[in-house]
Each structure stands twice: as structure tokens, then as C-alpha cells.
Nanobody
Framework: QVQLVESGGGLVQAGGSLRLSCAASGRTFSSYAMDWFRQAPGKEREFVAAISWSGGNTNYADSVKGRFTISRDNAKNTVYLQMNSLKPEDTAIYYC?????????WGQGSQVTVSS
């Protein structure tokens, strides 16, 4: 069992920055890759970023590449998403997630709203 709790969302003007955090408990956090997804109103959930268990490899959706940075601190069982140069189209509920063969866990989500 894994519990994921996101924090750090909020309202920001276009061009601003936010940092999301996701605190994990349960299974050995440092053993698993971690992901961020987002879901905008009326749209399907989409992949945002991923980071390997060691933090040595990252991957980003084209829509956020160069603006968002995913990182992790295994000593704190926490993964982060630094979001810069935010755009109104980044408005969504952001979810952290982890999974393996046949299983996946999700956090409750954190609302990010970017005003124009």
C-alpha cells in the first residue's frame, strides 16, 4: 500500500511559478519511479512528467518541456514538480502517481489555477 499526498497548488497569474510536492508513505519510496499527471475540466487525465527511482532519468510531456522540472528527495520520501512560466492552459488538477506491473496508486490531487 502506498499513500500519496500532494500539496502546493493554488492560484497564480500567467508567467508565475508554483512548486507542487507529493509526500509518499508505505512501500519503499526510493524503489519506484514517480509520475505527475494532470486533468483539466472536461479533458482526460494526461501525463506531465516522470522521474526514475534514482532521479537520474526524467521525462516530460512536450507541452511542459523547458518550463517544468520534476525532482525527488528519497530521504524525505517526496517528489516535486517545479512549474515556471505558467500558462492558463496549465490549469488543472495535478496528481502524483506511482505504479508497477498490475498496480498504480494516485494522490488526491492538487488544484492549480493560472489566470490570464
Amino acid at each position: 500500500q502506498v499513500q500519496l499526498v500532494e500539496s502546493g497548488g493554488g492560484l497564480v497569474q500567467a508567467g508565475g511559478s508554483l512548486r507542487l510536492s507529493c509526500a509518499a508513505s508505505g512501500r519503499t519510496f526510493s524503489s519506484y519511479a514517480m509520475d505527475w499527471f494532470r486533468q483539466a475540466p472536461g479533458k482526460e487525465r494526461e501525463f506531465v512528467a516522470a522521474i526514475s527511482w534514482s532521479g537520474g532519468n526524467t521525462n516530460y510531456a512536450d507541452s511542459v518541456k523547458g518550463r517544468f522540472t520534476i525532482s525527488r528527495d528519497n530521504a524525505k520520501n517526496t517528489v516535486y514538480l517545479q512549474m515556471n512560466s505558467l500558462k492558463p492552459e496549465d490549469t488543472a488538477i495535478y496528481y502524483c502517481s506511482t505504479g508497477g506491473s498490475g498496480w498504480r496508486y494516485w494522490g488526491q490531487g492538487s488544484q492549480v489555477t493560472v489566470s490570464s
